[in-house]
């Protein structure tokens, strides 16, 4: 889980938006990209972030693992 410390400093990569805890991503709804949350650690590399539908579609789960 997300610190919500670390949750309040961290910004999206793309448009330094403000990002938002849902389930197993990190979400910016201005650039509709879903940041994946792998071990407790959040990927914020802008190739591995998913579009909002498909995190949607997979109600912000996935399986990934670092």
């Known amino acids: 889980m997300i610190d919500k410390e670390l949750l309040d ?22 650039c509709k990209l879903a940041f994946p949350i ?16 498909d995190a949607e579609k997979n109600n912000f789960k996935h399986q990934l693992h670092l």
Do not use: H, Q, S, T
């Open 9 to 30: 400093i961290l910004a999206c990569p793309k448009c330094k938006g403000d990002l938002e805890l849902k389930e197993m991503f990190l979400v910016c709804y201005n």
């Open 38 to 53: 792998l071990d407790d650690v959040p990927d914020l590399l802008l190739e591995d972030a998913w579009k909002l539908e």
